[in-house]
């Protein structure tokens, strides 16, 4: 069965353009989660998602982040006014939701902010 | 503050050694331990998990083991291939309504030949 998949696989952008990512989880995967990884580091947790709904926003690093989920499905994370600091690979992972333990990523998306 | 510690941050084994990952945490409501494998260029995949009241879990050449008491948990890698190469993750969870994984920071794994 196909796994999760992210698009685009990379974006380079302006410093102050805006930017969507995009998510398609596993089918009947409830829950969604998004995360950053900077060059070499570790996970960085921006935001959960149960169904349509975000549970847990506590990771969005400022208010230039934004996320949604439509039908249960697909997610798209949005970076307005993109900074340099913005530089990262964006993940994104699915869940049965009893089995958060358990999350499948997807291969992520490379974002460059020049 | 890290709930999860993890060290060494960087580790270099010769092939046919063994690799060894520790992990610690703090909250004792944690009762899930998953470790991930991640690839460069890839996102993390789950290896092997293991829950409290197991103190040793095996496969294949991959062995978690468990100390409740001290509260840390390892990642032993037995005969070591280069194939193994990659960035090592352990997390944690908990069973509740946001049943998010909190990660260590990760060990890069380099297994000469």
């Known amino acids: 069965g196909a796994g999760v998949s992210q698009s685009p696989s990379n974006k380079v952008t302006e410093k102050g353009k805006d930017v969507e990512l995009r998510c398609d989880p596993i089918?009947?995967?409830?829950?969604l989660y998004w995360y950053r990884q900077s060059l070499g580091q570790g996970l960085e947790f921006l935001i959960y998602?149960?169904?349509?709904?975000?549970?847990?926003k506590s990771g969005l690093p400022s208010d230039r982040f934004s996320a949604e989920r439509t039908g249960g499905s697909v997610s798209t994370l949005t970076i307005q006014r993109t900074q340099q600091e913005d530089s990262a690979v964006y993940l994104c992972?699915?869940?049965?939701?009893?089995?958060?333990?358990?999350?499948?990523f997807g291969p992520g998306t490379r974002l460059t902010v020049t | 503050q890290q709930q999860v510690k993890q060290s060494p941050q960087s580790l270099i084994v010769q092939k046919g050694g063994i690799s060894i990952i520790n992990c610690a945490y703090e909250?004792?409501?944690?009762?899930?331990f998953p470790w991930y494998q991640q690839f460069p260029g890839k996102g993390p995949a789950l290896l092997i998990a293991?829950?409290?009241d197991v103190s040793e879990k095996k496969e294949g050449r991959f062995t978690i083991s468990f100390n409740k008491s001290a509260k840390q948990f390892s990642l032993h890698i037995m005969d070591s291939q280069p194939g193994d190469s990659a960035t090592y993750f352990c997390?944690?969870?908990?069973?509740?309504?946001?049943?998010?994984?909190?990660w260590g920071l990760g060990t890069s794994l380099a297994v000469n030949p």
């Open positions: 997390a944690a969870s908990k069973t509740g309504n946001n049943r998010k994984l909190i």
């Open positions: 909250n004792t409501a944690f009762d899930y």
């Open positions: 293991i829950r409290p």
């Open positions: 089918s009947g995967h409830t829950a």
């Open positions: 998602f149960q169904g349509n709904s975000a549970p847990d």
């Open positions: 992972a699915s869940s049965i939701i009893d089995r958060a333990y358990e999350q499948y």
